[in-house]
């Protein structure tokens, strides 16, 4: 799936519960991590990366997107980061930092959970938007090497369906908001 999109989701799946700049970043940084370290590297090397068409494969790609992309699209790097963070903030509390993000006060499990959320829902979007030949997504790293052979995010119907269901998402979102708005204004009065 596209960046954009998994930025998109990322927000929409904790909406009202954290901030969307938080949950949306956490939504594109396992494509980030597997990419731009290699963008970078690329500068110094003069290796280039293939223009992405429906030919492009992952072997076009350095090697380290595929190492990088690997671990960062793992559900399993998902739960070992869930389980560090809940012990982190159920052991020494949320971090200030982090804490300026949430919209409401709850316990270290369920602020653990919404922090990596969006990042498994990544994953979990790519499984069926990815193909066996352009970056599969190995959900089950390193325990498995089982992939999902998708179709692209890229096709037409993949695109503007998921195009479409963020719409209609995002619509709804902002017309419970509206609802609830209402709602409390007309207690108010």
Do not use: C
Not at 88 to 110: C, D, E, L, Q
Not at 147 to 176: C, H, K, Q
């Amino acid at each position: 799936m596209d960046v954009l999109s998994h930025w998109l989701w990322g927000m929409a799946v904790t909406h009202g519960k954290i901030k969307g700049r938080f949950s949306g970043a956490m939504g594109v940084i396992p494509d980030l991590m597997a990419f731009v370290p290699v963008m970078i590297i690329s500068v110094f090397t003069g290796h280039r990366n293939p223009s992405v068409d429906d030919t492009t494969r992952t072997e076009d790609f350095h090697p380290l997107s595929w190492e990088i992309y690997q671990w960062s699209h793992s559900a399993v790097t998902v739960l070992i980061g869930f389980l560090l963070t809940w012990y982190f903030m159920h052991k020494y509390g949320t971090p200030r930092f982090i804490s300026r993000f949430y919209v409401a006060t709850m316990s270290a499990k369920k602020q653990a959970a919404l922090i990596w959320l969006p990042w498994l829902l990544n994953i979990l979007t790519d499984i069926p938007s990815h193909t066996a030949q352009f970056f599969p997504t190995p959900v089950f790293h390193p325990i498995s090497d089982w992939r999902y052979d998708g179709t692209r995010w890229s096709e037409p119907s993949v695109w503007f369906t998921n195009l479409a269901i963020i719409i209609v998402v995002y619509t709804t979102m902002i017309l419970l908001e509206r609802r609830r708005k209402a709602s409390s204004q007309i207690l108010a009065e």
